[in-house]
């Protein structure tokens, strides 16, 4: 059982990354060979060093800059853009911490805080602090969960749960193998793919005790997300037991294009990950810049599905507040 935690630091240590992630835009600014405006934002800048190495120096149009880069556009005035798009807020109480949106699923906010802040996040006004869980807190959901023979599926969300210790995570896994009536855990998480090196040793011991089905649900939004270290990284999760699929964001000037969602559905297949939902934007308040029409995602997803095959392309999808199962746009 996984009992060590390191003292020592070292940029093979996935803490290590989290440590020395950039937080200034000054200093992203001179990695990048740029210049850079600064403005005020209740969402900070945080960018890892492995995805940071990613973005092209000097290119303020670099599709995985723009992801993480605040601009002035986050202030303006943005009719019909929310701070809780999808009013999950009103939704956390049964009990504290937990998100019953779906029948037969049960998603709990694991983590308040993620390995990257994207500027599109739909959670990016979310109040973690008041949805963090306590030890007590994760013994009540767990109760729950087992009094519930309804749930077949438990879902980490959150933020990130994969900044959750292994340790912890072991512990909780074994706590799940034994509720019968659950067939599958859910991570969804992108940590993984801004520091590939969180798929470390700790995690496969945990990931390996595992008795149900797993499901990894990454968010990669853009090919070169994508490169050999992390192809190497994912390997190292398959298993009889374990699919990994994935969930990008339409998202304009990143990758509202059909040669770059075709590519992200080839390379995604190629590491062994499935294309599985293609997110219209929720609209959350201070991302209207990333927004792509409807009319203009189906017409891409038309494109798409003339080159690739059915298996590769991504489900079209909406989430609508208060709805029991996400709207599926376009197959
Ligand atoms: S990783 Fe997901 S939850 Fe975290 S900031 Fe990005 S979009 Fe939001």
């Avoid at 800059?65 to 019909?80: A, C, D, F, T």
């Avoid at 937990?98 to 959670?123: D, E, P, T, V």
């Avoid at 879902?155 to 072991?170: A, E, H, N, T």
């Avoid at 995604?268 to 219209?280: D, E, I």
Wanted: glycine share 4%; charged share 25%.
């Amino acid at each position: 059982m996984i009992t060590s935690t390191k003292l020592r630091l070292h940029n093979e240590d996935w803490h290590w990354h989290l440590k020395n992630a950039i937080r200034d835009i000054n200093n992203l600014g001179q990695k990048l060979n740029i210049s850079l405006e600064s403005f005020k934002s209740d969402f900070p800048l945080l960018v890892p060093l492995p995805y940071l190495n990613r973005i092209k120096k000097g290119d303020l149009k670099d599709p995985l800059l723009l992801q993480v880069l605040p601009k002035s556009e986050e202030n303006s005035s943005q009719e019909g853009f929310y701070l809780d798009p999808l009013q999950e807020q009103t939704q956390t109480d049964s009990p504290e911490g937990l998100i019953q949106k779906y029948s037969g699923r049960a998603l709990i906010i694991a983590a308040g805080a993620c390995g990257i802040n994207c500027r599109y996040c739909f959670r990016r006004h979310f109040p973690y602090h008041k949805n963090k869980l306590s030890s007590t807190k994760w013994e009540e959901l767990i109760d729950y969960i087992k009094s519930d023979s309804s749930l077949k599926e438990v879902i980490l969300s959150g933020g990130d749960p994969l900044l959750l210790s292994d340790q912890f995570l072991y512990k909780l896994v074994v706590k799940l193998n034994g509720i019968n009536h659950l067939t599958t855990i859910r991570i969804h998480t992108r940590l993984p793919i801004v520091i590939p090196n969180r798929i470390c040793p700790d995690l496969i011991e945990w990931k390996n005790k595992c008795e149900k089905n797993l499901v990894f649900v990454f968010h990669i939004n853009h090919p070169n997300e994508i490169d050999d270290q992390l192809v190497s990284y994912l390997s190292k999760l398959k298993s009889n037991n374990t699919t990994l699929l994935n969930q990008s964001v339409l998202l304009k000037n990143i990758n509202n294009d059909p040669n770059i969602l075709s590519a992200l559905s080839e390379k995604l297949f190629s590491a062994g990950v499935l294309p599985y939902y293609l997110h219209l934007l929720d609209p959350v308040k201070g991302s209207a810049h990333f927004f792509v029409p409807l009319r203009e995602a189906k017409q891409l997803i038309e494109k798409i599905k003339a080159v690739l095959p059915g298996y590769l392309v991504p489900k079209l999808a909406r989430e609508t507040a208060g709805k029991k199962s996400k709207d599926i746009m376009y197959y």
